[in-house]
């Protein structure tokens, strides 16, 4: 087995009494394209952090590449990119001095790639990056963590804030461009609220709630269980109590709508006991797994 | 690409990528010696992961459905080149028909009816392959 890009096991992290993460446990395996999947405050920022060791955790353990980014933090960071959700440049520097001061912390730089993508997001090199849109600003830093080739690639929020239309298209282009060489070695970890996005890139994710994993699959496997079961009756649909297998019940009227995890095939089995005039059933999407599982 | 990804089909999607590659061969809107796009390519034009991509083609290619040049891209197959044994391909098909039989089940579809629709549906798909080796 390849020692995981990430592996974080029972990770507790307060800040004051309030507790961010209880017991966090994560694994990476390089090569993934894993999506880090949670709401506004669910702990998505802090665990990232303490892969940095921008924090330091309360308790339990971190590993990067199997090494404790608190005592080998150099090491860690020459091997991966990280992209917060806000970037900032000096406001002084154009687009090229900005790539250049970023190159010169870096060991390797693939002046390929940069010009490559420079040219795709129609970046002018020479325009001053006070200058630059919130989507310019986040194509230049994806550039920047690009063109250095890490073996992992942290985006925190990657397209929060832009055009939807816009940064569809270009997380794409990115992760596309990154994972083109050295397939199998490049990890990208991607933190996001804005699941949609991501549906097609995912190979696997988790999602966070409240500080805790409540769910970890790979995204076609999660596809296939949670599912939903939708039944039409002549008269009066049965009651929500009916169905305790589910993970919710709708009903209204004449018609029911299950959510099911796992067990899709029993509960069709038991509403086609129960003679619907129609019934039909689809898998979630990857944001509607997401809803149906935080609270 | 004619490839159409349905994320609420619950089929994993380097398997939708590779049935879609193999019904465009079958009927014809492939050929035999047709590029097909690169592995990045395909995973940009798709919005998926390359890891995916890269799983679909793998899977083609052990089918011989398609085959990987060394530089020069991946290209369909000639048919009937298929590496594998009788015995694994009727297994192979098998379980496909399997789950056709479960799905006609739940929707009720008797197996005379089943019978039929597998006739009307090979008469219309080899209708469909006559038409394209003519134009």
């Given at each position: 087995m390849n020692t995981p890009a990430i592996e974080v096991r029972q990770l507790v992290h307060r800040y004051g009494r309030a507790e961010a993460l209880q017991g966090l446990d994560l694994t990476v395996e390089p090569g993934q394209c894993y999506g880090f999947f949670g709401r506004n405050g669910a702990g998505k920022t802090t665990t990232i952090k303490c892969l940095l060791n921008l924090l330091r955790p309360h308790s339990g353990s971190v590993r990067v590449f199997g090494m404790d980014p608190r005592t080998r933090e150099a090491e860690v960071k020459t091997r991966l990119a990280y992209v917060p959700d806000f970037v900032a440049f000096y406001p002084w520097m154009s687009v090229r001095e900005a790539l250049d001061y970023q190159a010169s912390f870096r060991g390797h730089w693939n002046r390929d790639v940069e010009g490559s993508l420079l040219?795709?997001?129609?970046?002018?090199?020479?325009?001053?990056?006070?200058?630059?849109?919130?989507?310019?600003?986040?194509?230049?830093?994806?550039?920047?963590?690009?063109?250095?080739?890490?073996?992992?690639?942290?985006?925190?929020?990657?397209?929060?804030?832009?055009?939807?239309?816009?940064?569809?298209?270009f997380i794409q282009t990115v992760i596309g461009a990154y994972q083109d060489a050295a397939p199998g070695k490049r990890t990208v970890f991607v933190s996001t609220h804005l699941i949609t996005e991501f549906e097609g890139l995912i190979d696997r994710f988790t999602v966070l709630d409240q500080g805790?994993?409540?769910?970890?699959?790979?995204?076609?496997?999660?596809?296939?269980?949670?599912?939903?079961?939708?039944?039409?009756?002549?008269?009066?649909?049965?009651?929500?109590?009916?169905?305790?297998?589910?993970?919710?019940?709708?009903?209204?009227?004449?018609?029911?709508?299950?959510?099911?995890?796992?067990?899709?095939?029993?509960?069709?089995?038991?509403?086609?006991?129960?003679?619907?005039?129609?019934?039909?059933?689809?898998?979630?999407?990857?944001?509607?797994i997401f809803m149906a599982t935080v609270r | 690409m004619f490839v159409q990804l349905?994320?609420?089909?619950?089929?994993?999607?380097?398997?939708?990528?590779?049935?879609?590659?193999k019904a465009a061969a079958a009927s014809g809107a492939l050929r035999p010696g047709d590029a097909l796009p690169s592995v990045r390519a395909l995973a940009e034009e798709l919005r998926i992961n390359r890891n995916t991509a890269a799983k679909a083609y793998a899977e083609l290619e052990s089918e011989g459905v398609l085959e990987l040049r060394q530089g020069s891209g991946c290209f369909l197959k000639a048919?009937?080149?298929?590496?594998?044994?009788?015995?694994?391909?009727?297994?192979?098909?098998?379980?496909?028909?399997?789950?056709?039989?479960?799905?006609?089940?739940?929707?009720?579809?008797?197996d005379d009816d089943l019978r039929a629709l597998l006739d009307e549906r090979l008469a219309d798909f080899r209708g469909r392959q006559r038409q394209r080796g003519q134009s």
């Open positions: 040219r795709q997001f129609q970046l002018d090199p020479a325009a001053p990056t006070s200058g630059l849109s919130k989507g310019q600003r986040t194509q230049l830093a994806l550039i920047g963590a690009i063109a250095a080739e890490p073996e992992l690639l942290v985006l925190d929020e990657p397209t929060s804030g832009l055009d939807p239309l816009v940064r569809r298209e805790k994993a409540v769910l970890t699959a790979d995204a076609d496997e999660a596809r296939a269980k949670f599912r939903r079961l939708r039944a039409r009756f002549e008269g009066d649909a049965p009651a929500e109590s009916e169905f305790k297998a589910a993970k919710s019940v709708k009903r209204d009227g004449r018609s029911v709508e299950l959510i099911v995890n796992g067990n899709g095939d029993e509960l069709m089995a038991q509403l086609r006991a129960m003679k619907p005039t129609e019934v039909t059933t689809e898998s979630l999407t990857l944001e509607e | 349905n994320f609420r089909s619950g089929v994993p999607v380097y398997l939708q990528v590779a049935q879609q590659v048919n009937g080149a298929s590496p594998l044994r009788r015995a694994v391909r009727s297994e192979r098909l098998g379980a496909e028909l399997d789950a056709v039989i479960v799905q006609a089940h739940h929707l009720q579809i008797g």
